[in-house]
């Protein structure tokens, strides 16, 4: 890419868009094509024909997606496989038909078989069954690689499929219901703190800064009560979902966006794909190569909030997948290594949080 290049960041004002961007920025590039979901829905192909023919894009990061944490992805499964299917159909299309030099594809780690080995290397792809719990969004992302891959072997484009581990950072999804674990889990400890320590300013004031279905921070206090009460959220206590035993991964969303400007710069299809005659490996995971549980991510998330009260769980609500570690050795091979670790990222977090107020 050189600094001039026509660049499409594809969900921009995202969790990841926003990084790489900022990334692109800082690295020096300095033409881009930015459109908002209201602007362009990328599941109109009409719509997005239009776009690549009128703009000409000739790099394309596609960071736009339809995401949630683990009860989005239970709940409307539908949404999940027909508007990413939509959306990665299109602008994969559309980057083919206009000559797009190179594409970078965001897919995630949800897409290996619930018992991959662990760590999960890119290879165990389609070797068994997938976690339920997200498996039409999964299903999505692996049509998105494949479809990379296939364009790459007929027409010959430069299309790189990246899978993410969990994702956080600045501009995270904070809703009680659909955000993934760590912000979820950021909210509801702050929120749980402000009760405890009584402190209902801080409280409404976070209703208010980002609004909870069925409640405004300006609302009694009994009413206030009873609907956190809903998203366990109690005076001395925290209700946090499944047993609290699966483990995760976590990368810092900057650095994800820095792993995918890198790999648009310095990688090519040639690159990933092995020699011979089978095709695989036409994806590179990206993460840390490091887990714990979600019980410790709770458990540093309320030493670095400083709430005093219980933490419990609700096994009742949804696990998810008991595992799943990424293998970075490909990611290591090629030269990216992450640098942020857990410990930190919460910190940043919460303070840019408690900034956005
Ligand atoms: N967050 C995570 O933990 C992980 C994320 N990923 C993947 O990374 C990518 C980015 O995810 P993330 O940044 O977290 O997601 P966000 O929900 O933060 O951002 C998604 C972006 O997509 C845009 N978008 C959604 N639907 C449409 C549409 N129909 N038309 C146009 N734009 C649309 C939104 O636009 P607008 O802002 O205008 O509404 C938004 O900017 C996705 O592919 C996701 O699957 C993978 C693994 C983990
Ligand atoms: C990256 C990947 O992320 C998603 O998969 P997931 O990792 O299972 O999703 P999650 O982040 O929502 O939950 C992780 C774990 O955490 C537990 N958990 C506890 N308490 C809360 C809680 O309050 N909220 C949430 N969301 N989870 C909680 C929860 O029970 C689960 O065990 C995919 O759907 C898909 O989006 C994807 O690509």
New binding site residues.
Partial sequence: MNKDSKIFVAGHRGLVGSAILKNLKQKGYTNFILRTHAELDLTDQCAVNEFFATEKPEYVFLSAAH????????LYRAD?IYINLMIQNNVIHASYINNVKKLLFL????IYPREAPQPMPEDCLLTSPL?Y??EP??IA?IAGIKMCESYNLQYGTNYIAVM????YGPNDNFN??????????IR?IHLAKCLHSNNWDALRKDLNARPVEGISGDAPEKDILAVLGK??IFQGKVQ???????L?EFLWSEEMADASVYIMEHINFSDVRPEGNEVRNTHINIGTGKELS?KE??KLIQDKIGFQGELA??AS??????R?LTDVSKLHALGWHHQIEIADGVEILYNWYLNKQ
């Fill in positions: 995401v949630g944490g683990i009860m989005a992805n239970s999940f897919g995630s780690t949800c976690e719990t997200n969004y999964a992302k993410p581990t969990n994702l009680l219901e659909t955000s993934h674990v760590l912000p979820a889990m509801k998203y366990g946090l979902w499944g047993t609290g035993k699966p995760r979600i991510v709770a769980f609700d609500k949804p696990d998810g997948t008991l799943k």
